[in-house]
């Protein structure tokens, strides 16, 4: 029997955020032991670097979010990264502590980007200190080399998936947040050689960083156009100058046409030196007439640009363009970045972003799965609150539907600010595909989106726990927790494609098991659980489960439960309690 917590948590999930790290399982093959302030030991990349004139082939990775060359680094109060007196990478230093129960601990390897060798440096789902984990963070480092456009040219790249903490309680912090706040950046080791040391904006600066700011790092961009994704370019051991754009994305709203929204501003600097700069914008589709502008069209930095909108010839919908910035003259070396702009006409059009289509377990943005549950988060979705009492669920909900590239999809729930729907398992996967919420006909922003074949989950409680049923029915917590060698149940979703799939809407069947085609795989406590089935739990819609056992030898309390699905995606981690 399912329990009744799953069916709850269906229907109430919280919203994620951007997510830019990269998943590729070599980077995972090197782990830190659960620690304060540690670090590894010298570390091969695999490649060389030239990183302001010094070759480098090893680095430090320390608990800290940090990569340095020349020597660890304990120190867990960020300062000026210049003053560090390090060759240091800090995609975000601060006092991480992966000593608790719910923290995950730091790992690193070497791989493959885009053909080229890489190494990646991962801090996901870790607390702060002192053995602090109501708010967790996950970030990356990769570098990759470029030595195929000069030897010693190398990319840096800052991914961010979920910033809910800045700071530790040793470095002024209370509850994540103030005192000494977390800094990100680059420095060769000194002071005084001003083009060898770089903060981005907001470094230092209390809760500039987190998920909770409209400008958080999950939002930003630099020469990439994934959200939360920044990427500096070394070339003949410098940093190329690159341009740093705030705010990411603007939203302008009216309740009628005729109603004109007010300016808003893009302001614009680099990491170094001054560049000039070209102006375009873009709608999609593209308007007839044109309904952004944006002014000046050419300048060079520091400066700001102006960005308008008309709306009168607009019927009432929801609108998206970008304002694109790219280099003018050819000595200027940056990347053409762009500035999403979402317009809404009207008091009821549906208003999303990518980051609010999320996997319902996982909370994965952007990325959804067939036979997967995914939420909507926004506003205006919906004029009420409705769920549904009937099977097959329906593709209409309370005058509301959710569609991608025009197909309807299922819902199990609606209301102003939340959806829960799911993707049919016959639907084909696609890249850069276009979702919409429409509401009373009248449509929302349009948000893309990719659906792949598999993007697992693991169902939570409000704790963090996973939804896992014990061996004696229990739900797997603190006060009921599973032996070695007990059968237990994983509640997930987005696991992939199974044999004998419903229809849409439809509960899967429960007479006739619908294993997934390829095994998922289970691991706790970093042990491979026996897995003796994986595949959709009968009589409900778009739920998976996986039957496992538990692995003897893991010692008493909390571990970390993964579920990797057959073709290798795995899950973030869950805890799970053993006797």
């Given at each position: 029997?399912?329990?009744?917590?799953?069916?709850?948590?269906?229907?109430?999930?919280?919203?994620?955020?951007?997510?830019?790290?990269?998943?590729?399982?070599?980077?995972?093959?090197?782990?830190?032991?659960?620690?304060?302030?540690?670090?590894?030991?010298?570390?091969?990349?695999?490649?060389?670097?030239?990183?302001?004139?010094?070759?480098?082939?090893?680095?430090?990775?320390?608990?800290?979010?940090?990569?340095?060359?020349?020597?660890?680094?304990?120190?867990?109060?960020?300062?000026?990264?210049?003053?560090?007196?390090?060759?240091?990478?800090?995609?975000?230093?601060?006092?991480?502590?992966?000593?608790?129960?719910?923290?995950?601990?730091?790992?690193?390897?070497?791989?493959?980007?885009?053909?080229?060798?890489?190494?990646?440096?991962?801090?996901?789902?870790?607390?702060?200190?002192?053995?602090?984990?109501?708010?967790?963070?996950?970030?990356?480092?990769?570098?990759?080399?470029?030595?195929?456009?000069?030897?010693?040219?190398?990319?840096?790249?800052?991914?961010?998936?979920?910033?809910?903490?800045?700071?530790?309680?040793?470095?002024?912090?209370?509850?994540?947040?103030?005192?000494?706040?977390?800094?990100?950046?680059?420095?060769?080791?000194?002071?005084?050689?001003?083009?060898?040391?770089?903060?981005?904006?907001?470094?230092?600066?209390?809760r500039a960083f987190l998920d909770s700011n409209s400008n958080g790092l999950i939002r930003r961009r630099l020469n990439s156009d994934v959200p939360g994704r920044i990427v500096l370019e070394v070339r003949s051991g410098g940093v190329a100058s690159t341009l740093t754009i705030e705010p990411d994305a603007l939203l302008f709203t009216t309740d009628a046409p005729e109603n004109k929204p007010a300016l808003q501003r893009i302001n614009m600097a680099t990491n170094q030196g001054t560049v000039r700069y070209n102006v375009t914008t873009t709608t999609t589709p593209l308007s007839n007439p044109n309904w952004l502008f944006a002014s000046p069209q050419s300048g060079q930095t520091p400066?700001?640009?102006?960005?308008?909108?008309?709306?009168?010839?607009?019927?009432?919908?929801?609108?998206?363009?970008?304002?694109?910035?790219?280099?003018?003259?050819?000595?200027?070396?940056?990347?053409?970045?762009?500035?999403?702009?979402?317009?809404?006409?009207?008091?009821?059009?549906?208003?999303?972003?990518?980051?609010?289509?999320?996997?319902?377990?996982?909370?994965?943005?952007?990325?959804?799965?067939?036979?997967?549950?995914?939420?909507?988060?926004?506003?205006?979705?919906?004029?009420?609150?409705?769920?549904?009492?009937?099977?097959?669920?329906?593709?209409?909900?309370?005058?509301?539907?959710?569609?991608?590239?025009?197909?309807?999809?299922?819902?199990?729930?609606?209301?102003?600010?939340?959806?829960?729907?799911?993707?049919?398992?016959?639907?084909?996967?696609?890249?850069?595909?276009?979702?919409?919420?429409?509401?009373?006909?009248?449509?929302?922003?349009?948000?893309?989106?990719?659906?792949?074949?598999?993007?697992?989950?693991?169902?939570?409680?409000?704790?963090?726990?996973?939804?896992?049923?014990?061996?004696?029915?229990?739900?797997?917590?603190?006060?009921?927790?599973?032996?070695?060698?007990?059968?237990?149940?994983?509640?997930?979703?987005?696991?992939?494609?199974?044999?004998?799939?419903?229809?849409?809407?439809?509960?899967?069947?429960?007479?006739?098991?619908?294993?997934?085609?390829?095994?998922?795989?289970?691991?706790?406590?970093?042990?491979?659980?026996?897995?003796?089935?994986?595949?959709?739990?009968?009589?409900?819609?778009?739920?998976?489960?996986?039957?496992?056992?538990?692995?003897?030898?893991?010692?008493?309390?909390?571990?970390?439960?993964?579920?990797?699905?057959?073709?290798?995606?795995?899950?973030?981690?869950?805890?799970?309690?053993?006797?």
């Open positions: 029997m399912l329990p009744r917590i799953v069916c709850g948590i269906l229907l109430v999930v919280s919203l994620a955020q951007a997510q830019a790290i990269r998943n590729n399982l070599s980077f995972y093959e090197n782990q830190l032991d659960r620690n304060d302030d540690g670090s590894s030991g010298a570390y091969r990349l695999g490649f060389q670097i030239n990183f302001f004139g010094r070759i480098q082939d090893t680095l430090f990775v320390n608990n800290n979010r940090n990569v340095t060359f020349d020597a660890a680094l304990p120190t867990y109060t960020p300062q000026r990264i210049n003053e560090t007196g390090r060759v240091i990478i800090a995609p975000f230093w601060s006092d991480v502590d992966t000593s608790g129960p719910r923290s995950s601990p730091a790992t690193y390897g070497r791989g493959v980007v885009n053909g080229r060798p890489a190494f990646a440096a991962n801090w996901r789902n870790v607390g702060y200190y002192n053995r602090k984990e109501d708010k967790l963070n996950s970030f990356q480092l990769v570098l990759v080399d470029r030595s195929d456009t000069a030897p010693g040219n190398f990319d840096m790249e800052f991914n961010y998936e979920t910033i809910q903490w800045e700071s530790g309680e040793a470095s002024g912090g209370a509850g994540g947040t103030g005192g000494y706040s977390a800094r990100a950046g680059y420095s060769n080791g000194s002071t005084v050689q001003a083009d060898a040391n770089f903060e981005l904006p907001g470094s230092g600066l209390s400066s700001q640009i102006v960005v308008d909108v008309t709306t009168e010839s607009l019927q009432p919908g929801g609108y998206v363009g970008a304002v694109r910035i790219g280099p003018a003259g050819t000595l200027t070396t940056f990347g053409t970045q762009e500035v999403g702009v979402i317009l809404a006409v009207g008091n009821t059009v549906p208003l999303v972003l990518r980051a609010g289509v999320v996997n319902a377990a996982s909370f994965l943005p952007g990325v959804l799965s067939p036979g997967g549950i995914f939420s909507v988060f926004g506003l205006n979705l919906a004029g009420t609150t409705s769920s549904v009492n009937q099977t097959p669920i329906p593709d209409v909900l309370a005058n509301v539907r959710v569609e991608i590239n025009n197909q309807r999809l299922p819902m199990f729930f609606v209301s102003p600010t939340q959806i829960n729907a799911m993707v049919p398992h016959n639907f084909q996967p696609v890249q850069n595909a276009v979702l919409r919420v429409v509401r009373n006909n009248i449509p929302g922003t349009p948000v893309r989106v990719d659906v792949v074949p598999a993007v697992p989950g693991v169902f939570q409680q409000a704790t963090g726990v996973g939804v896992v049923v014990n061996q004696n029915g229990s739900v797997n917590t603190t006060s009921s927790r599973a032996n070695w060698g007990d059968a237990i149940v994983v509640y997930a979703t987005g696991l992939g494609p199974v044999r004998n799939a419903p229809n849409p809407g439809v509960p899967t069947s429960l007479t006739e098991l619908s294993p997934t085609l390829t095994p998922a795989t289970v691991s706790i406590g970093g042990r491979s659980a026996n897995v003796v089935f994986s595949g959709l739990t009968p009589g409900f819609i778009g739920l998976y489960q996986v039957n496992a056992v538990v692995p003897t030898g893991l010692g008493s309390g909390a571990h970390a439960l993964v579920v990797t699905s057959g073709d290798g995606y795995p899950s973030a981690p869950v805890t799970f309690f053993v006797n």
